[in-house]
């Protein structure tokens, strides 16, 4: 169990490190990296769109919002640049 958890936070800590080299290149489009700065904005507001004590639909808002903004952005990213940022992500990180 431990290593699964060690194994998920090397891969969130490399698509991270991704995110933020994708963001660093001048060919990623402007609409692309204001998305994937939305998702990290969202992420770190202290409130919701939809408040958590709301059952359910609370934490819902959460695991699907960031989630469909990383998303459209990725598909907007050339695939040139989301390999290359992924090659020296990795390279840093082993």
Excluded: C, W
């Excluded at 936070?9 to 994708?22: I, M, Q």
């Excluded at 290149?25 to 202290?46: E, F, H, N, Q, S």
């Amino acid at each position: 169990m431990f290593e699964r958890l060690r194994s998920v936070g090397k891969t969130l800590k490399s698509e991270l490190t991704v995110y933020r080299l994708v963001l660093e290149d001048r060919r990623t489009p402007i609409v692309a990296k204001i998305m994937l700065a939305l998702a990290v904005g969202y992420l770190l507001l202290p409130f919701d769109l939809i408040p958590d004590f709301i059952p359910i639909f609370g934490h819902l808002d959460d695991a699907v919002i960031v989630p469909a903004l990383v998303f459209v952005a990725i598909k907007m990213i050339p695939q040139e640049v989301l390999d290359e940022a992924r090659l020296k992500a990795n390279v840093g990180h082993t």
